[in-house]
């Protein structure tokens, strides 16, 4: 019987290049196993399938896994997992995440590493069995740990991360940097999006000292074709009927966000230390519950 491997559901770039993974070196350990995704991928895991050639996991079709030996791949808690799992017999996991709450009736092999990603963990087990690690395999693995730790600037990346990055970028022929910011470009691309839905993609109302103060984030490295069209941005923002509107465009490499605004140059000045113009970079402002409002609140409060 072949053995279902699969990710957690809204399937990230791990999620999706470990199942691949994996399956392709339990094939070539002789076992017949299959990559699934629980959805359909999220964007960036789909640029690194294309980029590398390989083929889109088919979405596992929930009434075939009654009775289905499953391997579960860079997520272990029920509520991430495959509908239906209960009927299924988990026979491994492989994962980056704290212990949740599955238990299972029989031994099962487990495999949890506090690393940045669980293809590092698949890396180090293709090494571990003496299987070489082909072209397209290798560039999963690497998009799949510069996805995990932000290209290292998260703090869950450790030097086993760093180790299998700098082995697979030669395997697969990239330079991880900026293959990493392009992997993130394509991943966070706005293109397709009009003005009125970047604004409100994300967007929050607050009452600060009786001004109605609205706020949208945007995560993005597609910085420049935001910026380029910073005066249509303006001017739908202008028209809203809010006293305050902060549009805060957070570039999650640089750490820290650009604003456009509607309301007083002075109250953005004082609230995030920077000479308020259209477009500012407010360096180390990157969330709105613990920065923008808190900050936005007191400015407004004392001017
Ligand atoms: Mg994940
Ligand atoms: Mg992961
Ligand atoms: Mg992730």
């Not at 596992?60 to 509520?79: F, M, R, T, W, Y």
């Not at 510069?146 to 030669?170: G, H, M, Q, R």
């Not at 993130?184 to 839905?197: H, P, R």
């Not at 074709?225 to 809203?240: A, G, M, P, Q, R």
Request: proline share 3%; net charge negative; with cysteine.
């Amino acid at each position: 019987m072949s053995l279902f491997v699969f990710g957690h559901k809204s399937p990230d770039t791990d999620s999706v290049c470990s199942a691949i993974s994996l399956a392709y070196l339990k094939n070539k350990l002789g076992m017949d196993a299959k990559a699934y995704a629980l959805e359909e991928p999220r964007k960036e895991a789909k640029f690194v399938l294309d980029y590398f050639k390989v083929e889109l996991p088919e979405i596992l079709d929930p009434s075939k896994i009654k009775g289905q030996d499953v391997v579960l791949v860079d997520h272990n808690e029920i509520a991430q997992t495959a509908d239906g799992i209960e009927e299924a017999n988990i026979v491994e996991i492989v994962d980056h995440h704290k212990i949740g709450n599955l238990s299972t009736d029989i031994p099962i092999s487990v495999r949890i590493m506090p690393v940045g990603c669980t293809c590092t963990i698949i890396y180090n087990l293709f090494k571990e069995n003496n299987i070489e690690v082909p072209y397209e395999i290798a560039g999963l693995l690497i998009s799949a740990i510069l996805s995990d730790t932000l290209i290292f600037k998260s703090p869950t990346t450790t030097e086993l991360d760093k180790k299998a990055v700098y082995e697979l970028a030669e395997i697969a022929k990239v330079d991880y940097e900026s293959y990493g910011m392009e992997m993130f470009k394509a991943g966070t691309s706005l293109d397709g999006f009009s003005i009125e839905e970047i604004v409100n993609m994300d967007f929050k109302e607050f009452n600060m000292s009786g001004k109605r103060v609205g706020i949208g984030q945007v995560m993005t490295l597609d910085i420049d074709s935001i910026l380029s069209k910073e005066d249509d941005f303006l001017s739908y923002i202008n028209e809203t009927e809010f006293d305050m509107v902060v549009l805060a465009i957070t570039d999650i490499i640089k750490e820290g966000s650009y604003l456009i605004y509607k309301g007083e140059d002075k109250v953005i000045s004082q609230a995030f230390n920077v000479n308020a113009a259209q477009g500012v970079f407010a360096e180390g402002i990157v969330s709105r519950k613990k920065q923008l409002v808190p900050k936005l609140t007191d400015a407004v409060k004392n001017i």
